[in-house]
């Protein structure tokens, strides 16, 4: 419990009193025999720590307090990776909280955060900790910077009985979700590109970085559609210029400065950023991006040693996922490069690409507020065409791949709580923040902002389904959801439709012979995770600590269940709704998943197992159609079906029950 501690106020020192008679090393001594917890002189608990020797940060403290610090910039990564290694390395929890105190007092706070959140996730005795979310303690990356100074004042001056929320703030509805980019930020916890192999090599996790990530462009070009705009556009001129701007409204509360904004029309720039051990050119990006592609089309990489890696059907996608990411599971990292990390750095550096204004980075540069700027789209638009083109080159499924057997969808309808049949709704919801947790050397007690965001009402799905066999069969239920038409309002091909569906849900069902009726809750999805847990600990109105906390342990990733049907539109979007039953021999994996982090797994896979799904992800829509197939119903096999759905918005705002 005492680890957790080191996440509050991540800018206040621990407060240290060395203690009367302990033995400590000559390099404690005048460090922290003790620290009172926190995080005041006149803090109610005190807690003691072992003395250890001292680890050497050498490197790790070239990194200033007050500066910034994203994933993507090599260096950063580099010392990341150190820090999670002397975090992992210590050999019991006593230690670690030692060894995480000192590092704490020494190291920037946002590194700090990123690798000791790494280490707890990966040892085996931090298992039971609840990582906490990182909006609690770096409110300023998800909030307007205005909240804060009246949310000083606040502190300062109202008595806390009486503090109450002094300021709307409408968060900019899909990109600067803060569920979202929460879920974006968990993910790339759980899956880091640089650290020691052990915590890297998760099960098909190249393939994870294409899928969750096209889920995303899949999601939000469903949005641009409830906004009647159309599909983004990749962006593949890299000489032209971005008409894309962006003022992020952020400042950064550690590094004391705002986020640097981009105006419109910049172009990519060659980096020379010593400061930062940067050196692309856009020349280099090119390269890259040639050799990746002649792998695809060749259908095989070629490794350090020049040995081919042979880009097949079934883990192709996991190779070239880690290739164009790149994590250190590339084939060649020095041959195949960085490509979509340098494209988020080489955007975030536009406005001072050879630092000579000696500015740092914008919010694309950094993956806990990435997705806030409409370039991240164009950027992974590009990025998940690279995957496309690959997937293009792979076998059709035939008809044999896609048909069960004897197993037929008659009817598929949803039904929402309240409203009517085959019509979803959705509406906005407001809800409490504490910022309290994230500004340092403030009077104590919490003090809210209210955002609003997306919700919509729960909702059933039911399914019929004929079994025409004597015995039962299991099968694995897919649902998926896309618009009915395309943004001319011409009805799809098949071919592009088939990147637009969005994953709503995925779970085994038994089926005894004859007729079946499968129902399933809309908040049972394998998507989403639940809205209180995307924003535990952010609103004090719940409880915390006890069998709450660890209920919530470590699934902070996961979809936040209020995104789970986009927008939609006021006279109501058409779309397609798609349910499809597999045969579960064909997607089984033998494995037992009971226990924590098994409810989202479709983005998100399930801590420390296999991925629990033996197709490649995205099936029944990651290839191409078979031959003669144009549309998504010359596409149906007996064990799918299709119903016609509407997404009804509502302008109407609901607020917290307990608020004012
Ligand atoms: Cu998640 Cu580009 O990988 O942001």
């Known amino acids: 419990k005492h680890l957790l501690l080191l996440f509050d106020r991540p800018q206040e020192p621990c407060f240290m009193e060395k203690g009367p008679q302990r033995t400590v090393t000559p390099d404690y001594a005048t460090d922290i025999p003790q620290i009172v917890s926190k995080f005041s002189s006149n803090a109610q608990e005190t807690v003691s720590v072992n003395a250890v020797s001292t680890p050497s940060l050498g490197d790790i403290l070239e990194l200033k307090r007050e500066e910034n610090f994203s994933l993507f910039i090599p260096k950063h990564r580099k010392i990341a990776g150190r820090l999670i290694d002397i975090f992992l390395g210590v050999r019991n929890v006593d230690e670690l909280l030692s060894v995480a105190i000192y590092a704490r007092e020494r190291v920037n706070p946002y590194l700090f955060n990123y690798s000791y959140s790494v280490a707890l996730l990966h040892r085996p005795d931090t298992q039971d900790l609840d990582i906490p979310s990182i909006a609690r303690y770096f409110p300023d990356k998800y909030v307007d910077s205005q909240v804060f100074s009246q949310a000083r004042a606040v502190a300062n001056i109202v008595p806390e009985e009486s503090r109450t929320w002094k300021k709307k703030h409408r968060v900019a509805y899909f990109r600067e979700d803060i569920g979202i980019n929460l879920h974006h930020w968990h993910w790339h916890l759980v899956y880091p590109f640089e650290a020691a192999r052990s915590v890297v090599d998760k099960n098909r996790r190249g393939e994870l970085f294409y899928y969750m990530h096209e889920q995303i462009m899949a999601r939000y070009n469903f949005e641009r559609f409830s906004n009647n705009l159309k599909r983004v556009e990749r962006f593949i001129d890299w000489d032209n210029p971005i008409k894309e701007a962006y003022f992020p409204k952020l400042d950064s509360l550690v590094a004391s400065r705002s986020w640097p904004p981009r105006v419109a029309n910049q172009r990519w720039q060659n980096l020379r950023r010593e400061v930062d051990q940067i050196q692309v050119d856009i020349d280099d990006m090119k390269r890259w991006r040639d050799r990746i592609v002649d792998a695809i089309h060749a259908g095989v990489a070629k490794d350090a040693n020049n040995r081919d890696v042979p880009l097949t059907e079934n883990e192709g996608i996991d190779i070239l996922g880690n290739m164009v990411e790149s994590s250190i599971l590339s084939p060649n990292r020095a041959f195949y490069g960085d490509l979509h990390n340098m494209g988020h750095v080489v955007t975030s550096y536009v406005h001072d690409p050879d630092h000579r204004h000696l500015e740092s980075f914008g919010v694309i540069g950094d993956s806990t507020t990435a997705m806030r700027d409409p370039f991240f789209y164009r950027w992974h638009a590009y990025v998940d065409d690279i995957f496309q083109k690959f997937k293009e080159t792979l076998p059709r499924y035939t008809v044999a791949r896609l048909d069960y057997p004897g197993v037929t969808i008659t009817d598929v309808q949803i039904q929402t709580e309240g409203g009517q049949k085959n019509v979803f709704q959705t509406f906005w919801q407001q809800s409490d923040m504490d910022l309290s947790r994230g500004m340092d050397f403030q009077p104590r007690g919490s003090v809210f902002v209210r955002f609003t965001h997306l919700q919509h009402s729960p909702f059933t799905y039911t399914i019929n389904v004929n079994n025409e066999g004597k015995a039962n069969r299991m099968g694995t239920c897919r649902i998926f959801l896309a618009p009915k038409f395309d943004e001319k309002g011409t009805p799809w091909m098949f071919r592009d439709q088939k990147n637009m569906f969005i994953e709503l849900d995925k779970f085994r069902v038994t089926m005894k012979s004859g007729r079946n009726v499968i129902t399933r809750r809309s908040t049972q999805s394998s998507v989403t995770i639940p809205f209180e847990r995307t924003y535990r600990d952010l609103d004090t109105n719940r409880p915390q600590g006890g069998d709450q906390l660890a209920q919530f342990n470590f699934c902070g990733c996961g979809w936040p269940h209020n995104m789970l049907i986009p927008k939609g539109t ?91």
Request: aromatic share 8%; proline share 4%; charged share 30%.
């Open 570 to 660: 006021a006279e109501g979007l058409q779309c397609e709704l798609f349910v499809m039953i597999s045969n579960y021999d064909d997607d089984r994996i033998n494995q037992t998943i009971e226990g924590q982090c098994n409810d989202a797994d479709s983005y998100c896979g399930i801590k420390d197992k296999l991925y629990p799904d033996r197709r490649s992800m995205g099936y029944p829509f990651d290839r191409m159609p078979r031959d003669g197939v144009q549309t998504l119903q010359q596409f149906l096999t007996r064990n799918m079906r299709v119903a016609d759905v509407t997404i009804r918005f509502t302008n109407r705002t609901l607020r917290p029950k307990s608020g004012n």
